[in-house]
């Protein structure tokens, strides 16, 4: 993979540190210790059928934490939790243009899971890297709904 150093591309993008990911076995349990060992609240919980979860954003300054339960045994999640038990997930990145995130990091060399934004939590549009090109962190990118 080739590298280009340059101040271009995807770091003019990207707007913070979106939230990070924890895939979890038991939202609810889960969501109870972070509030009482860390007096955090929860911003909001949701289905995201298309990614077969469901979540609970914990906001934490800027960011937030977001714990992953998968509603299906098929889910991305499940296959996680199967294979590597419960823990962090991946990191999401805000940037103000998805589609142009996704050709940048594709022209980077990194490998897409998502060639195209897919429906995300709140409203937002997100897209995958495969972690195999991100040192092994899956990366997400998210654009939040009132952005074109």
Request: cysteine-free; overall charge negative.
């Amino acid at each position: 993979m080739a590298v280009v150093d340059s101040n271009e591309g995807v770091d003019s993008m990207i707007r913070k540190i979106d939230h990070l990911g924890i895939a979890v076995n038991d939202l609810e349990k889960s969501v109870n210790i972070l509030k009482a060992a860390f007096n955090l609240e929860v911003g909001g919980i949701e289905e995201v059928s298309s990614q077969q979860v469901k979540v609970a954003f914990l906001p934490v300054g800027e960011s937030r934490l977001e714990l992953l339960e998968p509603t299906s045994e098929d889910s991305a999640v499940a296959k996680f939790l199967a294979k590597r038990g419960e823990g962090f997930h991946h990191v999401a990145f805000e940037t103000d243009s998805i589609e142009e995130s996704l050709k940048v990091a594709e022209s980077q060399g990194l490998r897409l899971i998502d060639k195209q934004p897919r429906p995300g939590a709140h409203g937002t549009k997100v897209a995958f890297i495969h972690p195999k090109s991100t040192f092994g962190v899956l990366i997400e990118f998210v654009q939040k709904a009132n952005q074109t």
